[in-house]
């Protein structure tokens, strides 16, 4: 599916007066680095639909639809679980399959942004390992989380610009027994969920033409190595990342802007740690607060881990003295199963989530009590060993 024309040329006018403005191509150094045999580039596997998206500076960028491995995120898993499992049950009714690994680790990032305790060697073999785990499956990887996706961008830059960081990190994965590679495109599942969203919209089963919905853009998505980011004239006029926008607005939502939404979540990394006061009074005054003020939203939508936690978790403080907050906060990824009929609390697990989701289930035409009746009388089953798991046949009804 190749990007109209238009698109492109709209891109173009953007920089031509100043063409230094546009960071080179990465590709370039990428496969020439290849050619002289110091690393291997993932390809999209043959026969693999894809996706032509566009990007900042207009140049396309590849998703590929199906044969995906999935490097899974840290906080999804341990926080929102229902991220996750939304991501995966979107993407099986749709009918691609994908691998979900065993054998990855976290990308420990949290560590190199939160702390600076660890080095560029360590950072870029943890990177390289993964994405030989993916290369050694068969399987295109697909990131979950907004900082796993910026930090691996970053990694890629720096191993393309430094022979030294290379001769280093090679002897890590010598070490290892795994090879030296990068993908051809790092893609985060959002672009997925961008790239897919016509499809998604096709399968919709639930009317959210009375929803309204504000998004946070994640700063580990658009603000770091930006040149990977979507960007569609067509939203925002192409000023915005397109990212969770667009997909919304496929699914018959109402977007509404507010003035705050350039501004971080509060997350932080290091403040989350060492000033979390200040993280969740930064979440709820300068983000919630002034959505409510400004839109008025049904529900927040952002696309990664850190931002649905500190946007979600953080409003209960602020209610404790009476501040102008309380409205649901969940990923896109929810969002759209949701959309496509999934079960709030047996796929997209918002009893995880705090910040009150009722009154939008309400709004969805979804009777949470009675979801939440089925999900507990699973619950039981499970406790008394009758089932050892939820399986997708249980999730798929």
């Known amino acids: 599916m190749p ?165 280093q990190v090679r002897r890590v994965m010598d070490k290892l027994g795994k090879p030296m590679v990068l993908p051809e495109e790092i893609v985060h599942y959002s672009e997925w969920f961008y790239a897919l969203r016509h499809e998604i919209a096709a399968r919709q089963v639930r009317d959210f033409s009375g929803i309204a919905v504000t998004v946070h853009p994640a700063c580990h998505y658009y603000k770091l190595v930006e040149g990977d980011a979507i960007y569609d004239p067509d939203v925002y006029g192409g000023q915005r990342t397109a990212v969770v926008t667009a997909l ?34 930064f979440a709820t005054i300068r983000k919630i607060e002034v959505m409510k003020e400004e839109a008025d939203p049904d529900v927040v939508l952002t696309h990664d881990t850190g931002c649905v936690t500190t946007l979600d978790k953080s409003q209960f403080a602020a209610q404790a003295h009476g501040r102008n907050v309380g409205v649901a906060v969940m990923s896109e990824a929810q969002f759209a199963a949701l959309a496509m009929g999934a079960h709030p609390y047996k796929v997209c697990q918002l009893h995880w989530h705090s910040a009150d989701y009722r009154p939008l289930l309400e709004k969805m035409g979804i009777d949470w009590e009675k979801a939440w009746v089925e999900f507990e009388t699973d619950v039981a089953k499970l406790e008394r060993g009758e089932k050892e798991f939820l399986s997708w046949e249980d999730v798929d009804g």
């Open 3 to 167: 990007i109209p024309v238009e698109v492109m040329l709209k891109k173009k006018e953007r920089f031509e007066r100043d063409p230094d403005t546009i960071p080179a191509d990465f590709h370039d150094e990428l496969f020439r680095l290849e050619a002289e045999g110091e690393l291997i580039v993932q390809r999209i596997p043959d026969g693999q639909p894809v996706v032509e998206v566009p990007t900042k500076y207009g140049r396309p960028k590849r998703v590929p639809k199906g044969h995906l491995w999935h490097h899974k995120s840290c906080g999804q898993c341990g926080h929102i679980p229902g991220y996750s499992t939304s991501i995966f049950w979107v993407m099986r009714k749709l009918g691609y399959d994908y691998e979900d690994p065993r054998d990855q680790t976290s990308c420990t990032a949290w560590n190199y942004y939160a702390s600076a305790t660890s080095n560029e060697a360590a950072q870029a073999a943890v990177a390289l390992r993964n994405f030989a785990t993916a290369y050694e499956s068969g399987y295109f990887p697909l990131i979950h989380c907004g900082t796993s996706y910026g930090h691996y961008k970053e990694v890629r830059s720096e191993l393309l610009r430094h022979p030294e960081l290379r001769a």
């Open 248 to 281: 919304a607005e496929a699914l018959g939502a109402e977007v509404r802007t507010y003035s705050t939404w350039f501004d971080c979540c509060g997350f932080g990394f290091r403040h989350i740690l060492v000033q979390r006061d200040f993280t969740r009074s």
